[in-house]
């Protein structure tokens, strides 16, 4: 720790002790949405049948003082200042974290209960794409009808896609349902691939190799040592026709090669739903492409499946306070 956190800790040590009740299981839920925190609430009322003190600090040194003495945390990330003593379970709400070994308690993150949200996002996104129903939404705003742009190219059936997906996980799997359901040629790749992953995904060991062929590219991989994983070396593999549709993290992606291939046209277009900050400033550089879809993080927004969550949190409880 620098020295002016500890500083700052040692003041909140002394004005916020941070006491706990004697003979209740110990809390601590790093929440500041009231409706989330709600739920949380209720969940743990529900399910779990023994004692139990629930605190939600105002601050982060409020979190690294309670956390110390907590026999379980919910929170959004692993904090580095947190020294727990008596933890159990690190409640870790965002899908696609690992356990660390160094650690003596339990991480768990729920199982990505959006997945269905994420594969109809994908085809919504993708379909209206593809056949320029979004192009023709800003048409008629301005009032214009242009019906060559629509007819006078060939036409391709949604059948006649290529659809590539990185990251065979549950949402990159029903992803692949989808557009195996219109009899698209999926191709799929992953660091592990399931025995019961669907036998008409075309897996493909090294997935750049997927790239030259492919008309839709699928991010669903974990961002989890993943940061800038479609590289420069990734985006001189891609075809030209080729749209990205990115419902990962926007880390997974080098944002200079993406700016670049979609300023030179060197790919045809991208369908974007997670930004590296957010809310995207009006000025961002992603509203001025044509080619580019933008889309407010809907795609497997938490609060869709927080019920879920919430619920699954403290089933956990409940086990891991009995270990």
Not at 182 to 209: A, H, M
Request: hydrophobic share 45%.
């Amino acid at each position: 720790m620098n020295k002016l956190i500890l500083f700052i800790l040692s003041l909140y040590k002394i004005f916020f002790p941070g006491k706990w009740q004697e003979g209740a299981l110990r809390i601590l839920i790093n929440e500041k949405k009231t409706e989330r925190l709600n739920i949380l609430q209720n969940a743990l009322k529900s399910i779990v049948n023994f004692p139990f003190e629930i605190k939600v600090p105002k601050n982060k040194f409020e979190f690294i003082i309670l956390a110390e003495l907590a026999d379980v945390i919910f929170s959004y990330g692993l904090s580095r200042y947190v020294n727990p003593v008596k933890l159990k379970l690190y409640y870790h709400s965002i899908v696609g974290d690992v356990s660390k070994s160094e650690v003596k308690f339990k991480i768990i993150s729920p199982p990505n209960f959006a997945a269905e949200y994420l594969a109809d996002y994908v085809l919504a996104t993708v379909i209206s794409y593809e056949k320029k129903l979004l192009q023709n939404a800003y048409l008629h705003y301005n009032r214009n009808w242009k019906q060559k742009e629509y007819i006078q190219k060939p036409i391709r059936k949604l059948s006649d896609l290529k659809i590539g997906i990185l990251g065979l996980g549950r949402a990159g799997s029903t992803i692949a349902s989808r557009f195996l359901s219109l009899n698209c040629k999926v191709f799929g790749s992953d660091v592990y691939v399931k025995p019961d992953t669907d036998q008409r995904i075309i897996i493909i060991d090294e997935w750049k190799s997927m790239l030259h062929d492919i008309d839709y590219f699928v991010i669903a991989v974990s961002d989890i040592g993943n940061e800038n994983l479609v590289n420069k070396e990734a985006f001189s593999m891609m075809n030209q026709r080729i749209c990205i549709v990115n419902i990962s993290r926007m880390k997974v992606i080098d944002e200079n090669e993406l700016i670049y291939a979609l300023r030179n046209k060197r790919i045809r277009g991208a369908i974007l739903d997670v930004f590296s900050h957010e809310p995207l400033p009006s000025n961002s550089i992603y509203f001025k492409f044509p080619n580019v879809v933008v889309t407010p993080h809907i795609a497997g927004n938490i609060d869709l499946v927080f019920n879920q969550i919430a619920l699954h949190f403290a089933e956990n409880v409940k086990s891991f306070a009995n270990v």
